[in-house]
């Protein structure tokens, strides 16, 4: 079942930019993942930020989490083309196995 | 090693076939998932294995037959599959209920 939902669905910019995508989501999680897919390829993993955590670094990404509003923002600072990508937040599901992936945020980085 | 890798790549086949799609992961993870993703939308699940017994099946149709042959292994065997079924088949393994999900590249199913 889906939970999570990005916006914006899509988003255009130029390389040197920053990027922020947001997820929001309904029931209460443990965890939060946002994942990487390039087109038709599999999906590369980000960043896990756990329910007690606010803030998460990874070089050039920072992924916020705010429980009491249950959303999720990944910020992609100085993008590159190479950032070019679908992005998808995952919360962990009543089970603890699944991930309930959100719709997604087609992101587009140009030179 | 956080490798999970998948084979065929590309498969293509009629609706009277019987395949199987294969992945693999050597990392001593205990649980391993299939995923199906159609254009543009994100993955659903359709299998989870834990410890190598089936733990999570989403209602997903009897055409799709997964087994655990053992804990780096995971198969979904297809048969009978409709043009619907048409799609990017993901394999996933995690340590733990919870932690990093990682994903394999997949394989790109048509059913004609």
């Known amino acids: 079942s889906q939970q999570g939902e990005e916006d914006p669905q899509a988003l255009s910019i130029q390389e040197g930019e920053n990027a922020t995508m947001n997820c929001s989501y309904k029931?209460?999680?443990?965890?939060l993942q946002w994942y990487r897919q390039n087109s038709g390829r599999g999906l590369v993993h980000l960043i896990l930020?756990?329910?007690?955590?606010r803030e998460k670094h990874s070089g050039r990404l920072r992924v916020t989490l705010d429980t009491s509003k249950k959303s999720s923002s990944l910020l992609i600072t100085a993008s590159r083309a190479a950032d070019t990508a679908s992005y998808f937040c995952?919360?962990?599901?009543?089970?603890?196995?699944?991930?309930?992936f959100g719709k997604g945020t087609s992101l587009l980085v140009t030179p | 090693d956080t490798e999970v890798t998948q084979t065929p790549k590309h498969l293509v086949m009629g609706m009277t076939n019987k395949k199987s799609l294969k992945c693999e992961q050597h990392?001593?993870?205990?649980?391993m998932y299939w995923y199906k993703q159609k254009a543009k939308k994100p993955p659903e699940l359709m299998f989870v294995?834990?410890?190598?017994?089936?733990?999570i099946n989403e209602s997903v149709p009897s055409r799709f037959s997964p087994e655990c042959p053992n804990s780096s292994l995971l198969n979904l065997h297809l048969h009978a599959l409709q043009p619907e079924d048409s799609a990017l088949y993901l394999c996933?393994?995690?340590?733990?209920?919870?932690?990093?999900?990682?994903f394999g590249p997949g394989t790109r199913l048509l059913v004609l």
């Open positions: 995952a919360t962990d599901s009543n089970s603890g196995y699944a991930l309930n």
């Open positions: 930020i756990r329910s007690n955590e």
């Open positions: 029931t209460s999680i443990n965890n």
């Open positions: 990392m001593g993870h205990r649980a």
């Open positions: 294995y834990s410890y190598e017994k089936l733990s």
């Open positions: 996933a393994s995690s340590q733990a209920q919870g932690e990093t999900q990682y």
